[in-house]
């Protein structure tokens, strides 16, 4: 399993989240971040517990995998992909992301989203990337759009909170990796 994933140009870093990124990460969080991600940590404690739960997942290979987003050195924010979610089907990943305000709009969610989608690569049966955004939520569905996601279904056509979005995650198909 890779441990940590570089941007192309070296501007982002993914790497495993950890209990040691908790003071960082709790510091990091403003009112759009909490806002935007499901079930959002906003105190110490629930952040302390939610990495606890993070660090058994990576321990035990999965269901989900959260990233540490690294840039200029610095945590910038987090990104979680998760296969086997209620709602999806057998060959598909959900992908969440958030930025803390001192990295957005640099290009660095774009550039996270696109090497999770090639992490995901390496999770047998996986062959498409969901991120799920809510209509209010522009920028997320801005960033999703640059790396490369295209429109699956709209919120108001599922009846759902979220419009949905997709790509592939191999050119080469699940079944042949």
Not at 135 to 164: L, Y
Request: hydrophobic share 40%.
């Amino acid at each position: 399993m890779i441990k940590v994933l570089y941007s192309d140009d070296g501007v982002v870093m993914l790497r495993p989240l950890t209990m040691q990124d908790a003071e960082e990460h709790h510091a990091g969080q403003d009112d759009e971040y909490v806002t935007w991600l499901d079930d959002a940590e906003s105190s110490e404690e629930s952040v302390r517990s939610h990495l606890a739960d993070v660090e058994k997942a990576w321990e035990a290979g999965g269901p989900f995998y959260s990233f540490a987003i690294v840039a200029d050195g610095k945590l910038a924010g987090t990104i979680t992909t998760e296969v086997g979610r209620e709602g999806l089907e057998n060959n598909q990943a959900d992908i969440v992301y958030g930025l803390y305000p001192a990295t957005r709009g640099r290009g660095i969610a774009t550039r996270a989203v696109m090497l999770v989608v090639s992490f995901l690569d390496q999770i047998p049966g996986i062959s498409e990337a969901i991120t799920r955004v809510n209509p209010e939520n522009p920028k997320s569905r801005s960033v999703a759009e640059r790396a490369g996601f295209e429109p699956m279904t709209t919120a108001e056509a599922e009846a759902d909170e979220n419009d949905w979005l997709s790509t592939r995650v191999s050119l080469v198909p699940a079944e042949q990796r």
